[in-house]
């Protein structure tokens, strides 16, 4: 199978805050992550439909690492997994 993939993908577990107006918070945690978007595993079984527009900050032990949300869309989900990918604004 050819990768058709543009960026190359990191694993990493970062704590993730996922916000929509539609159905409020999500805590999860990064998979991996790439220039283009990141694997999230949320703590919830109810996820949000491909397409659904994302509100999400990245969480260290100490505070955020972004401190504005970055809006990221839902590509893909697989149970409580999700396939986001970076949106610029």
Excluded: C, W, Y
Aim: proline fraction near 6%; glycine fraction near 8%; hydrophobic fraction near 45%.
């Amino acid at each position: 199978m050819e990768e058709r993939r543009r960026f190359a993908r990191t694993s990493a577990i970062i704590r993730v805050e996922l916000t929509n107006p539609a159905f409020g918070t999500l805590i999860g945690s990064t998979r991996d992550i790439s220039d283009g978007g990141a694997l999230v595993m949320v703590d919830n079984e109810l996820v949000p439909p491909v397409g659904t527009v994302v509100d999400v900050v990245f969480k260290k032990v100490v505070g955020p690492v972004n401190a504005q949300p970055v809006a990221m869309k839902v590509m893909h989900t697989h149970k409580n997994t999700l396939g986001l990918m970076f949106l610029a604004r």
